[in-house]
C-alpha cells in the first residue's frame, strides 16, 4: 500500500512539474527550435486504474489531517506544560473588587449608600449632608428642635464675616464685644477715677444729723432700691469675671481656683437673676413718676460744668442727670439686659430656644449689660463717694433741709409751699398707757 502511495505522489509530481515547464518556455513566431536529440523515454511505470486513485488520493489527505491534529494537541500541551512550569502573575493587592468594574458612574446627588458601591471609601455624600445640615436637617430620633443639625446655616452679624452662625457669633463676641467692650469699662472707671482725684466729692451740705430732717425715700424705695443694688452688683461681677476672668484672673490665680470662682459666680448669676427682673420692674414702677421731664431740666444739664465747680443748678426730686440714667441705664439697658437673660435661662415659654436665638440673645445681653455697667458705675460714684451726703440719704431716707436745698432747689422749694408733703410715711402712733381698773 505504501508503494502505491509513493508511485501515485510521484505522478502527480511529474505532471505538475511538466505542466510548470511547458508554461515557461516563450513562444517565438518564425522561429524554430533545433532540434534535440529525443531523450531516451523512462521506462513505464505500472498504470494504476481511476478508483485506485481516488482512494489513495483520500487516505493521503486523511493522513494529512491526523497529522495536523496531532501537531496542534502537541502543541495544547506543551502550552499548558509552561503554564504549570512558569507561575501566574499575583492579582493587584490593592485592586477594586470584581463588582467595581460593573458598577454605575457615581453622580453628585448620591446617598452615602450608595456612594459606597459605586466609590467604597468615598463619603463626600456624608460630609457634605454635615455641612448642609442647616438647611436640609438629618434624621434624629432624639425629641427636640435642631437635633439634626449639626453645623448651622451661613449667616453674617454686625462685624463677622459670612460663615455658619455659630462662627459668626464667634467672632463677634470675641473680635468685638470682649475687646471693645471691656475697654469701655476700663475707660468709665479711669474717668471716674480722674474726676474724684481732681475734684473730690461735690457739694457743700454733709447732711448731718440732729437738724430737720425730710423724708426722702420710703421703707419700700428704699427696700427695692437696696435688692435691687446688690442683685445687680452680683450679676455684674459674676459677669465681668465671665467675660474678662481668663485675660485678667487666671494668669494670676491658676486654673483650678479660677475654674472655682468662675463655677460659684456663674451659679449665683443664674439666680440673682430672677431677684434683679422683679425688684427692676418694682423700681421703675416706684420711681417713674419723678423722673419724668420738667421744667428746669434742660438748664440743669446746660449748667454741669458750673456743678463741678459747686454751683448746682435748682432741680425737682431727681435732677436731669439722675432722669437720664433712670430711663436709659435702668429702664432702656435694663429691660433689654433682662429680657435677653431670661431667655438664656430659658424661663420664656413659647420659643423654640435654637441656638441661633440663644447667639443672638447673647450678643443682646452682652451689649447691654456693658451699657448698664457703665451707666450704673456713674450713679453709684454719685451716690457713694461722689457727692456729700447722698449715700446718707439712700440709707436712712432722710435728708437734711441744708442738703435739699443745695441739690434740689424746685423740690425742696415744692415742700415748704406744702405741694409735697414733708413726711409720706405715717410714724406709728405711741401706745397708749393701761388703764387702771
Known amino acids: 500500500m505504501q508503494g502505491l502511495i509513493r508511485t501515485a505522489g510521484l505522478a502527480i509530481l511529474l505532471a505538475s512539474s511538466g505542466a510548470a515547464f511547458a508554461q515557461a518556455q516563450p513562444a517565438t513566431p518564425g522561429a524554430s527550435a533545433p532540434a534535440q536529440p529525443a531523450a531516451p523515454a523512462p521506462a513505464a511505470e505500472p498504470s494504476v486504474p481511476a ?20 501537531g496542534t494537541q502537541a502543541a495544547a500541551d ?5 503554564a504549570q512550569a512558569v507561575p501566574a502573575a499575583p492579582a493587584p ?7 467595581v468594574a460593573s458598577a454605575p458612574i457615581p453622580k453628585a446627588e448620591d446617598t452615602n449608600a450608595e456612594r459606597g458601591r459605586t466609590q467604597p471609601g468615598n463619603n463626600a455624600p456624608f460630609w457634605r449632608g454635615v455641612r448642609e445640615s442647616g438647611e436640609r436637617p438629618g434624621y434624629s430620633s432624639l425629641p427636640g428642635a ?4 449639626l453645623i448651622q446655616p451661613f449667616i453674617q452679624y454686625p462685624g463677622s464675616r459670612f460663615t455658619n452662625a455659630g462662627d459668626a457669633w464667634r467672632q463677634v463676641r470675641n473680635g468685638w464685644i470682649v475687646p471693645w467692650g471691656g475697654a469701655f469699662v476700663l475707660f468709665g472707671v479711669a474717668m471716674l477715677a480722674a474726676l474724684f482725684l481732681a475734684k473730690g466729692p461735690l457739694g457743700h451740705s454733709q447732711n448731718r444729723e440732729g437738724v430737720r430732717r425730710i423724708e426722702r ?32 484672673l487666671l494668669p494670676l490665680i491658676g486654673h483650678t481656683l479660677f475654674g472655682w470662682l468662675t463655677y460659684v459666680l456663674k451659679t449665683a448669676h443664674n439666680f440673682f437673676g430672677p431677684l434683679f427682673a422683679i425688684t427692676l420692674v418694682v423700681v421703675i414702677v416706684v420711681f417713674i413718676r419723678d423722673n419724668f421731664p420738667q ?16 454751683q448746682e443748678e435748682p432741680s425737682h426730686r431727681f435732677n436731669a442727670g439722675e432722669k437720664v440714667l433712670f430711663w436709659f441705664g435702668t429702664l432702656l439697658f435694663g429691660v433689654i439686659a433682662t ?10 415659654p413659647g420659643m423654640d430656644y435654637l441656638r441661633s436665638d440663644m447667639q443672638v440673645a447673647h450678643m443682646v445681653h452682652s451689649i447691654a449689660a456693658l451699657l448698664m455697667v457703665f451707666t450704673m458705675s456713674l450713679h453709684i460714684y454719685l451716690g457713694t463717694v461722689g457727692v456729700r451726703g447722698a449715700y446718707r440719704a439712700m440709707r436712712d431716707g432722710e435728708v437734711s433741709d441744708e442738703w435739699a436745698r443745695e441739690h434740689h ?3 425742696y422749694r415744692d415742700i415748704q409751699e406744702g405741694r409735697i408733703p414733708a413726711r409720706r410715711t405715717r410714724e406709728p402712733h405711741p401706745a397708749r398707757p393701761a388703764t387702771q381698773p
Open 217 to 248: 425715700f420710703t421703707y419700700f424705695e428704699r427696700a427695692a432700691h437696696w435688692l435691687n443694688a446688690i442683685a445687680f452688683c452680683v450679676l455684674a461681677v459674676s459677669g465681668l469675671v465671665m467675660a474678662f476672668g481668663k485675660f485678667l
Open 409 to 411: 432747689a424746685l423740690w
Open 78 to 82: 506543551a502550552q499548558a506544560a509552561h
Open 339 to 348: 429680657a435677653s437673660g431670661l431667655v438664656m435661662d430659658k424661663v420664656v
Open 146 to 149: 435642631e437635633q439634626g443639625v
Open 51 to 70: 478508483p485506485a486513485a481516488a482512494a489513495v488520493t483520500q487516505a493521503a489527505g486523511t493522513q494529512a489531517a491526523g497529522t495536523q491534529a496531532a
Open 295 to 310: 421744667q428746669g431740666d434742660l438748664r440743669w444739664l446746660k449748667g454741669v460744668p458750673r456743678m463741678l465747680k459747686g
Open 93 to 99: 493587592r490593592f485592586g477594586p473588587p470584581a463588582a
